[in-house]
Each structure stands twice: as structure tokens, then as C-alpha cells.
């Protein structure tokens, strides 16, 4: 089964740091973890990827857990535009139903 | 570079019409999909295509056909609407590679079926 888990939904006050879970007990060990995000009215778009360390760019953080198990996506100061539904993957073909991040300003 | 293409923006079918949505990508991507996201809720995968002349179902293939004749076109056929067929379809592309794995989507086709 390549479906991961995430909460339905979350919220958060503006410019506060946000750390979004993701489940993948099942992954295997050559299984990247993706992360995508949509916001409203639009198509998915690309925001981290990992394997094994943790990562960093310029949208997000990516900490994976040590069995690989499970990873967390933080957003280090959310903003009213990063209201969005976030997607975990574990395949880039199987998206779930993701997690709808509410942002309070 | 134009990412990936999707034709038509909107579209409204009568039951049983057939129509095929397109999809092209211009990034000589190997693999390309296509969702359906229905009303609040997450993406769902029809079909996908791993390379040119290769097609696999996904989670909710019934009632769709695709082919994969060249790289960069993967369209989407419905034979015969149903009103359960209207929803927000998306096509992406990505490279096999494991270090680009990102997906590119397409902006959406929303289709209603009456």
C-alpha cells in the first residue's frame, strides 16, 4: 500500500513556525519521501523531498525520522499564502487526501 | 518552457457524450498521470504511464482510457460521461530520475457532466 497518513487539518496564527506530520510506516528502504502542496483553485506544486537526512530549501524543512516511519514538514514562519492543502508521498503517484493548513492572521 | 499542458480549461458534457481531455508536457518527462480531485477532497489517480507505449491503472480507472504514443502527450478519454465523472482533472509529469523527482502538474481541466 503506498498511501501515507496526515491529519485532515491544522491550523496556525501567522508567522508562527507550523510542523505538518505525515505517516509512512510501510515505506521501503529506496523510497524518497515527497511533500507537495495546493493552493486554491490550482495544481499541486513541488515543495521538498528526502530520503534519509533531513532537508532544507527555500519553502520548507523536511525532518524524516530515523526508521523512516514517519517525517514532518515544517514551515519555519507561516504566512497567510502558505494556506494550502499539503500532500506527503511516498511515489509521486499516490497523493491521499493531505492535510488542509488553516492560517490565522 | 511551457511545463504542462492542459486542454480544455472547462467543459461540460451531457450524459453519454464521450470527449478526451489532453495533456502535454514539454520537458521530455518519462512519466505522466492523470487525478481526478473531486470537491474537498485530496487527488485521486486514474491512470499513469511510465514511457511511451506503457499504461497502468491507478486507484479509479473505471469509466477512463488513456494511450501513450509519444513522450510528450498523454490524453485522457471518457466514453461515455456519467454525472459521477464531474470533477477536476489533472495531469502531471516527472522525470524517472531519483535526484529530480519532483512532479510538474498541470493547471486543471474541470469538467461537468449533466
Known amino acids: 500500500d503506498a498511501k501515507t497518513t496526515q491529519p485532515n487539518s491544522m491550523e496556525s496564527n501567522e508567522e508562527e513556525p507550523v510542523h505538518l506530520p505525515c505517516n509512512h510506516s510501510?515505506?521501503?528502504?529506496?523510497?524518497?519521501i515527497h511533500w507537495y502542496r495546493q493552493l486554491p483553485s490550482q495544481g499541486p506544486e513541488y515543495v521538498i523531498h528526502g530520503l534519509t537526512s533531513n532537508v532544507n530549501n527555500r519553502m520548507a524543512s523536511l525532518a524524516i525520522a530515523e526508521d523512516r516511519k514517519s517525517s514532518t514538514l515544517i514551515l519555519h514562519r507561516a504566512t497567510l499564502r502558505d494556506a494550502a492543502v499539503y500532500y506527503c508521498?511516498?511515489?509521486?503517484?499516490?497523493f491521499g487526501a493531505g492535510t488542509i493548513l488553516r492560517v490565522k492572521s | 518552457n511551457a511545463g504542462v499542458t492542459q486542454t480544455p480549461k472547462f467543459q461540460v458534457l451531457k450524459t453519454g457524450q464521450s470527449m478526451t481531455l489532453q495533456c502535454a508536457q514539454d520537458m521530455n518527462h518519462e512519466y505522466m498521470s492523470w487525478y481526478r480531485q473531486d470537491p474537498g477532497m485530496g487527488l485521486r489517480l486514474i491512470h499513469y504511464s511510465v514511457g511511451a507505449g506503457i499504461t497502468d491503472q491507478g486507484e479509479v480507472p473505471n469509466g477512463y482510457n488513456v494511450s501513450r504514443s509519444t513522450t510528450e502527450d498523454f490524453p485522457l478519454r471518457l466514453l461515455s460521461a456519467a454525472p459521477s465523472q464531474t470533477s477536476v482533472y489533472f495531469c502531471?509529469?516527472?522525470?524517472?530520475?531519483?535526484?529530480?523527482?519532483?512532479?510538474?502538474f498541470g493547471q486543471g481541466t474541470r469538467l461537468t457532466v449533466v
Open positions: 502531471a509529469s516527472s522525470t524517472r530520475s531519483a535526484n529530480r523527482p519532483e512532479a510538474f
Open positions: 510501510t515505506i521501503s528502504g529506496t523510497d524518497y
Open positions: 508521498t511516498r511515489d509521486k503517484l499516490v
